[in-house]
């Protein structure tokens, strides 16, 4: 939920260290710093706001900043204490030894604060990561990687971390445990950071520690160790991203271009993972036989926010394709709440970054109660998909705006081909098996066709745009693509939206109906579409302005309502993904109107990493 980059090696540091920022600022913009080490010391430069406003100050300064080759930056999601100067990071020791940047939650920092104010320690912060810089400068000796090893020993809590000590310049010790850190190999240097996105520019060569990892850094010699386990060999991976993939492409935000790139990274998800031949999908990651997915009797999909929506849609797709029992759980509920799982149940967990707090605790949870465990993640290496033995990576590339458009319909897609997978070791027969990964395959093609009326629903947008209040139903698949487009317009746009199943309107919230309430509503073809029909016209006879996402060409629908983004026909199953890009597009257009951030809005981070 924060950004954290460090440097060593060749280059001058600070120019490094704030694009890295820049590339990594999508996880959390409240406050931003920079420390660098060299034979003259420790220099650091903080302040609250975003990176641009660091790197003005930092960009004008000469001398040790702008020499240096070795140095650590973050920007910060506030967790403890307010997003102030004093609480940004780097923050140093007592004695100013040490300087380390943090991202996660120390839990015990309260007991560990007041045993060093015993010993007469003074504190600049509010923050547990001080606290944590303190402690390993209580344990330095001269070898900050002893220092930071012992130092993490009496931590609880979660911590990606990369430090420095004044009396060793060039070197960086990292180390991680619920928060990532990826190492990027370079010639003569290295750079450690969140996540890839920083590191592409540089080098393509990364490794990505696991929990308990720690590792010494100095120019481009890498020694890693576990906490637990002494000295460890990890093989290093090839980024795949191109350079350009993590830019904005020419487009104002990234949202826009990650919804414009869905038909390529929906194809990306897609391939190589549908067989027409058999009828089914070839998802090699699960490690299923046709005999062990048999013999799962039932499906508990986890997530949040937007994953949690897309599971909402593997639910009702895996009980329609294969009739076996599905259902959906929120990460933190089920984590809670000592669910009742086995070993013939399989528990699939489903996070874009693979980092969210809550859907990894779910994940051990679910390890521990000895069901199957299975995650669909988008990021490489990240933390819950090498927490899972089997998987499947969605392939849809790096995902940096915080609202989630391009993961959602790779979710989905995938979830489509798990339903198929599973519905084809039941009872669907190849032919009933090939039609569906036929509609599967298209799914692409219903994208490029919603994209192409993106000016139209711009204008339907300006038209809504002025509300504070909004309405999305839907019945069916649809139902949770009306809580996915409330979503988005909440998180973007600040209008206070909620997702309801079409039925449920009449039970009390039609009371809000009026002028100033306005109805999305989901009315392409499919089974219950008559019956929203008759939904619309309620409202519509209380004033309420509706908005119908209809099929392309239905009249009837189109008459219903006051404005309509139309689709093209396709069975509701794979409807669910024009019609949420549908929504999207309109999302987007509405937070544009009403100029808001859309790509970094007020109080989100792209990943959360706290429960
Ligand atoms: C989606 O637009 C939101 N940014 C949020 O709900 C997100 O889906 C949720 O935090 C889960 O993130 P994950 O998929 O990375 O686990």
């Known amino acids: 939920m924060c950004g954290i980059v460090g440097y060593t090696g060749k280059r001058a540091a600070m120019p490094v260290l704030i694009s890295g920022l820049k590339k990594l600022e999508y996880r959390g913009y409240d406050s931003a710093g920079i420390a660098v080490t060299s034979d003259d010391g420790i220099l650091i430069r903080k302040q609250s706001g975003k990176v641009a406003g660091l790197a003005e100050i930092v960009e004008q300064e000469d001398g040790m900043l702008a020499e240096a080759h070795t140095g650590i930056a973050h920007t910060r999601w506030a967790t403890h204490g307010p997003p102030t100067t004093l609480n940004a990071h780097p923050h140093e020791g007592n004695e100013g030894r040490v300087v380390l940047v943090h991202n996660g939650i120390i839990e015990n920092h309260n007991d560990l604060r007041n045993r060093f104010k015993a010993q007469g320690h003074t504190f600049k912060s509010d923050t547990d990561s001080e606290v944590l810089a303190h402690l390993v400068e209580s344990h330095y000796q001269g070898d900050l990687l002893e220092a930071v090893t012992a130092a993490l020993k009496e931590v609880e809590g979660t911590y990606g971390i990369t430090c420095m000590a004044k009396d060793e310049p060039g070197v960086l010790v990292v180390a991680r445990s619920g928060s990532p850190i990826v190492i990027g190999l370079g010639d003569d240097e290295t750079i450690v950071a969140s996540d890839a996105s920083a590191i592409i520019t540089y080098t393509r060569q990364a490794i990505y520690l696991d929990d308990n990892d720690i590792a010494r850094i100095e120019g481009s010699k890498v020694d890693i160790r576990s906490l637990d386990k002494g000295a460890v060999s990890r093989t290093p991976s090839e980024i795949d991203w191109s350079p350009g993939a993590a830019e904005k492409g020419g487009y104002e935000h990234y949202m826009l271009k ?53 599971g909402l849609i593997g639910e009702y797709a895996v009980e329609d394709f294969a009739a076996i029992p599905a259902e959906v759980e929120q990460a933190a509920e089920f984590r809670y709440r000592n669910p009742i799982v086995g070993s013939r149940d399989m ?15 779910a994940v051990r949870e679910a390890v521990e ?55 084809r070791a039941h009872r669907l027969s190849r032919e009933q098996g090939i039609k569906i990964a036929k509609e599967i395959e298209r799914i692409p093609e219903l994208v490029e066709a919603v994209l192409k009326t993106n000016d139209q629903i711009s204008e339907v947008a300006a038209h809504y745009a002025h509300y504070n209040n909004a309405f999305f139903i839907g019945r069916g698949y649809m139902y949770p693509v009306a809580l996915e487009g409330a979503l988005k317009l909440k998180e973007i746009s600040y209008i206070h939206a909620e997702g309801y199943h079409a039925a449920e309107l009449k039970h009390g919230p039609i009371a809000l109906l009026e002028e100033s309430m306005p109805v999305i509503a989901l009315l392409n073809e499919g089974p219950g579409q008559e019956k929203t029909l008759s939904n619309v016209a309620e409202c519509k006879a209380r004033s309420a302005p509706v908005l119908g996402v209809i099929t392309e060409g239905d009249e009837e629908a189109r008459a219903a309502c006051d404005h309509v983004i139309e689709i093209p026909s396709c069975p509701q199953y794979s409807s669910v993904v024009p019609a949420a890009v549908a929504l999207q597009l309109l999302s987007y257009h509405i937070a544009r109107i009403r100029g808001c951030a859309i790509d970094q809005p007020r109080n989100l981070a792209k990943s959360v990493t706290v429960e």
Not at 278 to 300: D, F, K
Not at 347 to 361: C, F, K, N, P
């Open 258 to 310: 990650e919804i414009f790139e869905q038909p390529e990274a929906i194809s990306n998800t897609i391939r190589g993972r549908i067989d027409l031949n058999r009828g089914t999908a070839i998802l090699s990651g699960l490690n299923l036989s046709p005999r062990e997915l048999v013999a799962i009797q039932r499906l508990l999909i986890v997530g949040c926010g937007t994953s949690m929506n897309a």
């Open 369 to 423: 109660k000895g069901s199957l465990v299975a995650a669909l993640v988008n990021v490489v290496g990240s933390t819950i998909a090498r927490e899972t033995s089997r998987g499947i990576y969605l392939h849809a590339g790096p995902e940096i705006s915080v609202a989630s458009t391009k993961a959602f319909t790779s979710q989905v897609s995938t979830l489509l081909m798990i339903a198929l997978k599973f519905a």
């Open 347 to 361: 528990v699939l967990a489903i996070s874009q970054s693979g980092e969210t707090a809550d859907t990894l605790a």
